[in-house]
């Protein structure tokens, strides 16, 4: 089964078509919110976003942060995140991207952080296909999100709600 993920990401058109079964089978299991816990299903678009965020992509440098190092906290992990969704957010993709309610888990390796975002732009397109039941999923600050997680060698999962006013995303990370 093929998903299509579209966006626009500095007035450029991105079509991206990645093969994955799973996510598809989430979203038709139930309408309650989009959730994922397997890398493999955003890697294509987030790892070529995270990419670009952190080395530059058509002359324009970004800033996004290196991968962390192995044993990073989840304090780190989420600074981090935080960095890359702040730079999605000074570029038009959000009015307003925060980490918040970072937690450790009890081993000490992982933890859990929400990240929410207030005016994103793909709050309208995400409700209107939702609502429509498309296959089609253009949460890019999800993608790069998981495509940092993953160069950093962590593995994580998360819980996509939207809001009235944006997005919430709670985060696990192992």
Known sequence: ??????????????????????????VDAGR??????????????GDLIYKGLRDGFRGEVFG?????????SIQQLAADVQQLVSIMADKGYALKATVSSVK??????GGSFTLSLQGPCNLWGMSALGA???????????????????????????????????????????
């Not at 089964?1 to 994955?20: N, P, T």
């Not at 450790?104 to 390796?109: C, D, H, L, P, V």
């Not at 940092?148 to 060698?153: C, E, K, N, Q, T």
């Open 1 to 26: 089964m093929q998903i299509i993920v579209l966006g626009f990401w500095r007035s450029q058109a991105i079509w991206l078509s990645c093969a994955v079964p799973r996510l598809v089978q989430v």
């Open 32 to 45: 309650t919110g989009l959730q994922g816990n397997d890398s493999e299903l955003l890697a294509p678009a």
């Open 64 to 72: 996004g942060p290196p991968a962390a190092p192995a044993g990073a």
């Open 104 to 109: 450790s888990s009890s081993s000490g390796s």
């Open 132 to 174: 429509r039941r498309s296959l089609v999923v253009n949460a890019f600050d999800v993608m790069v999100t998981d495509g940092y997680l993953r160069a950093s060698g962590r593995r994580s999962s998360f819980r996509l709600q939207l809001t009235d006013a944006g997005l919430e995303e709670h985060w696990t990370v192992v």
